[in-house]
């Protein structure tokens, strides 16, 4: 009988290639095992070390936790994802230090940890998914096989183990304690919350209003100190439906704030590059404004005309690609107006085209091949609607207040 190393690599083979019953007859063999009394136990062991390597081998290619969660559940499912956690848990342990700290707050959020001991980790995860024997195997198998297939991705931050690692600025989270952050966030969900649309875009508008007064603030400090700070990057998921209209959005976004994205269309995600205190901004802005574009959408939907002849997808994108151009036309406008207000401006011009040169040349290493993906519009009504859901308010939120001037500069 072969050993359980040779049956994993066999049954992976067998699923990468298109011969379902092949597949099928190697995932069988998985489930006789060796031939020994603990083959079950040896088999999930195999699984478990390979699937562990896998791991190790894409944190140096880019690979994040979260990253991995979110492209097993969209190419996967749920289960997958589960199983993923527990592995990434597992392999935690195997990791060289330095660990950075941002890396075991994603693992904290995923609620990636290991259960009893590691001959356990497959049993464990599916007696709580309710699995029987095979079809723990087959998914077991399917995640092996994404986990070995993923290609490199752009490296945003230095993986365990590796040099800066010990020392890496956590970026583009959106958990810090910073009082404006509170306020902003308080000022997006009541956006979200509320049924007025030109309440919400005034809302909106205010919270970036905030941010940009807070990045400028951030930008003429850290000029005036020496710092090691470079720009980061975060990704974001732009999953389908409108996975377009969603990476229009964060570009949208993220011009307001000085940022650079690219969307990755086939991996679900758009990276966002740019300094720290903007990329939690990006974070936050595209979150909420996702959730109140949607729904913009649904409530023009109701108010379409009867018998328009048009198809609703076709609508939905137009509206969704127009509502992101207009918010971020007032995006930027909230964010000219915070610089015209501050006072020492002859300071300011200088200090951000170096922060915005800083972040083209970061796009330019990280992304040297990147096109442009050209916007179509194909429903005219849907358009219109999407541009007046955006605009409905204005964004203007000076009340004549005098310039301000930075904290602890005159």
């Known amino acids: 009988m072969p050993d359980a190393d040779e049956l994993v690599a066999d049954a992976l083979t067998a699923v990468r290639g298109t011969d379902v019953r092949q597949a099928e007859r190697q995932l069988d063999r998985l489930m006789v095992g060796t031939g020994a009394t603990d083959a079950a136990a040896a088999v999930d062991a195999a699984l478990l070390r390979r699937l562990v390597r896998g791991l190790g081998r894409l944190w140096p290619r880019g690979w994040q936790p979260v990253d991995l969660d979110r492209i097993t559940t969209r190419r996967l499912d749920a289960r997958a994802a589960g199983l993923l956690r527990d592995a990434m848990a597992a392999q935690r342990r195997e990791q060289a230090e330095p660990v950075p700290a941002w890396w075991d707050d994603q693992l904290g959020e995923l609620s990636a940890e290991v259960r009893g001991d590691d001959r356990g980790v497959l049993a464990g995860w599916a007696a709580r998914e309710g699995l029987d024997r095979v079809d723990a195997l087959r998914t077991a198998v399917d995640v092996l096989a994404l986990v070995e297939s993923l290609p490199p991705i752009a490296v945003l931050r230095p993986p365990p183990g590796s040099t800066g690692a010990a020392t890496t600025r956590a ?3 959106a958990r810090s304690g910073s009082p404006m952050l509170d306020r902003v966030r308080a000022l997006l969900a009541k956006a979200e919350s509320t049924t007025f649309p030109a309440e919400a875009e005034a809302l909106t508008g205010k919270a970036q209003e905030l941010i940009a007064r807070h990045s400028i603030d951030e930008a003429l400090l850290a000029a005036g100190a020496a710092t090691g700070d470079q720009p980061g990057g975060v990704r974001l998921s732009t999953d389908p439906p409108y996975a377009g209209a969603k990476a229009l959005l964060v570009q949208e976004v993220a011009a307001a704030n000085r940022c650079e994205a690219v969307w990755s269309d086939d991996l679900g995600f758009t990276t966002v590059l740019g300094w720290p205190a903007d990329l939690v901004a990006v974070e936050l802005l595209y979150t909420s404004l996702l959730v109140q574009a949607t729904a913009a959408m649904l409530r023009g939907r109701a108010e379409r005309k009867p018998g328009s002849g048009r198809r609703t997808k076709v609508w939905d ?22 610089a015209a207000e501050t006072a020492g401006a002859e300071r300011l011009l200088p200090v951000l085209a170096k922060r915005g040169e800083a972040v083209q040349e970061r796009l330019e290493t990280l992304f040297p091949g990147v096109t442009r993906h050209r916007l179509s519009v194909r429903d005219a009504e849907g358009w219109s609607s999407g541009t007046s859901a955006a605009d409905r308010a204005s964004l203007d939120v000076g009340d004549g207040r005098k310039p301000r001037q930075v904290p602890g500069r005159r």
């Not at 509206?319 to 000219?336: K, S, V």
């Open 317 to 338: 994108e137009s509206f969704l690609n127009a509502f992101a151009l207009r918010i971020g036309e007032r995006l930027r406008a909230a964010t000219d107006a915070a």
């Open 171 to 173: 970026v583009g989270t």
